[in-house]
């Protein structure tokens, strides 16, 4: 190992850095903030006033099935380190040119990240999926690019589904684009008077080349 490699290499061990696994969510640290909106689903209105009518019962007392709360939780934008580039550059062998461009964008704070969650909750059914997306002012992305790998982990850990069964979709780790729309589609079944009612719910956490975020949901 040269020198210069041996050094990338010790501060990478010094600051304990793991970079480019995907298969968890990133742990938040004190700087995450929440912000909640409603959802109801229209559809799952429909079913549920279709099998009302075919019982001759009230609709209105299974209400509480098609409405759910939206919650995005995310850190404050973070600057990619130059550990972080020189543990990736280490780990996979770049020549010397490939990481003097990632440490140097390191060194001037081109590239910056965030971590968030993106939830649905309804009743007993607590559905989300957690994340890593960077940007650098051109692209923003999940898969790997200039060097970071970021993450889009859906059927995230500590969900819940009492009485309901949870089918996941769709899963994206979008590549560097003007925008990085990471989705999670997945549906809800639950019995209502015997009758299944589904939920086709898809969250989305999209975040521009600037780091704007936005979120919105489908289906239902």
Same mark, same amino acid.
């Given at each position: 190992m040269s020198t210069r490699s041996q050094a990338i290499a010790a501060t990478v061990c010094g600051a304990g850095i793991i970079l480019g696994v995907a298969s968890a969510p990133p742990a938040f640290a004190d700087d995450s903030a929440s912000r909640s909106s409603s959802f109801v689903s229209q559809s799952c209105i429909s079913q549920v006033e279709a099998i009302s009518r075919q019982k001759g019962i009230r609709a209105d007392t $299974?209400?509480?099935l098609c409405t759910g709360t939206i919650t995005t939780t995310e850190?404050?934008?973070r600057v990619a380190t130059s550990a972080e580039?020189?543990?990736?550059?280490?780990e996979n062998n770049l020549s010397d040119a490939a990481t003097d461009e990632l440490l140097l964008a390191a060194l001037q704070g081109?590239?910056?990240y965030r971590d968030w969650t993106h939830s649905?909750? *309804?009743g007993s059914l607590l559905e989300k999926h957690a994340g890593r997306t960077f940007w650098d002012g051109s692209n923003a992305w999940i898969a790997t690019y200039r060097g970071l790998t970021g993450a889009n982990v859906c059927h995230s850990e500590g969900g819940i589904a009492v *009485?309901?069964?949870v089918t996941p979709l769709e899963c994206s780790s979008p590549g560097a684009g003007t925008? &990085?729309? &990471?989705?999670?589609?997945?549906d809800a079944s639950v $019995?209502?008077?015997g009758s299944p009612v589904t939920l086709d719910i898809g969250l989305h956490y999209s975040t521009n080349a600037t780091g704007d975020v936005s979120t919105w949901q489908v289906g239902g």
């Open positions: $299974a209400t509480s850190t404050e934008p580039m020189g543990a990736y550059a280490e081109e590239i910056t649905y909750w *309804g *009485g309901w069964a925008n &990085a729309d &990471a989705y999670y589609r997945f $019995a209502f008077e």
